[in-house]
Nanobody
Framework: VQLQASGGGSVQAGGSLRLSCAAS????????VGWFRQAPGREREGISC????????YYADSVKGRFIISRDKIKNTAYLQMNNVQPEDTAIYYC???????????????????WGHGTLVTVSS
């Protein structure tokens, strides 16, 4: 079983990117999905998550109103639409099947979670 994150790249401030998180060998819609990011020299930050059995979502204040998390059951993929990106959004982005606490965000400490390799997003001013 694995997750593959993709869609990163270089973009100018104010632009948009859509990150994808594709699952292999398991049904992603059965699990909550979280997106995390880690910028150089900073701790990993849980920025968004979506619950498994309903469209409930969580966004960190740093991305609220700019990023949108979603999933496509047919494509077995989750997405993170990033709009109006800023230089402070520069980081490696990861997706994972982790618990989604609608108040506190994705729960990184989950022994049963599956993590994808990161995808790098670089935002220039």
């Amino acid at each position: 079983v694995q997750l593959q994150a993709s869609g990163g790249g270089s973009v100018q401030a104010g632009g948009s990117l859509r990150l994808s998180c594709a699952a292999s060998e398991f049904t992603l819609s059965h699990y909550p999905v979280g997106w995390f990011r880690q910028a150089p020299g900073r701790e990993r930050e849980g920025i968004s998550c979506i619950s498994a059995d309903s469209p409930n979502t969580y966004y960190a204040d740093s991305v609220k109103g700019r990023f949108i998390i979603s999933r496509d059951k047919i494509k077995n993929t989750a997405y993170l639409q990033m709009n109006n990106v800023q230089p402070e959004d520069t980081a490696i982005y990861y997706c994972a099947t982790v618990g989604c606490n609608l108040k506190y965000g994705p729960e990184a400490v989950d022994p049963h979670s599956v993590w994808g390799h990161g995808t790098l997003v670089t935002v220039s001013s």
